[in-house]
């Protein structure tokens, strides 16, 4: 089975740190495009970044400069660092992964969220 498991979130005062971790089971990620969404109570789910197969990242303009992800093929983890954290920054942060190279497609597979809470 596919699987993705995120970890890493909490509560933070603004301006600090997190260092979110998405580990991926039934597949190897080096393949496949992946990224980063989330979403705060009451709004839609936005995307917040995506990473091609070999690398190539974009970002969602609130977040480009603060924000970076990357990803450790042999321990099958992506990662999103987030630093200079704000309150407009809590959400439930999801990874997520398509099944080809190029961030083109559907969204197959999402894991199960985990909360962000930047306090100010």
């Known amino acids: 089975q596919v699987q993705l498991v995120e970890s890493g979130g909490g509560s933070v005062q603004t301006g600090g740190s997190l260092r979110l971790s998405c580990v991926a089971s039934g597949m190897s990620i080096r393949y496949y495009c992946m990224g980063w969404f989330r979403q705060a109570s009451g709004k839609e789910r936005e995307e917040v970044t995506t990473m091609v197969a070999y690398g190539n990242t974009k970002y969602t303009d609130s977040v480009r400069g603060r924000f970076t992800v990357s990803r450790d093929n042999t321990k099958n983890t992506l990662y999103l660092q987030m630093n200079n954290l704000k309150p407009d920054d809590t959400a439930v942060y999801y990874c997520?992964?398509?099944?080809?190279?190029?961030?083109?497609?559907?969204?197959?597979?999402w894991g199960q969220g985990t909360q962000v809470t930047v306090s100010a």
């Open positions: 997520a992964l398509q099944t080809g190279a190029y961030c083109s497609g559907n969204w197959a597979y």
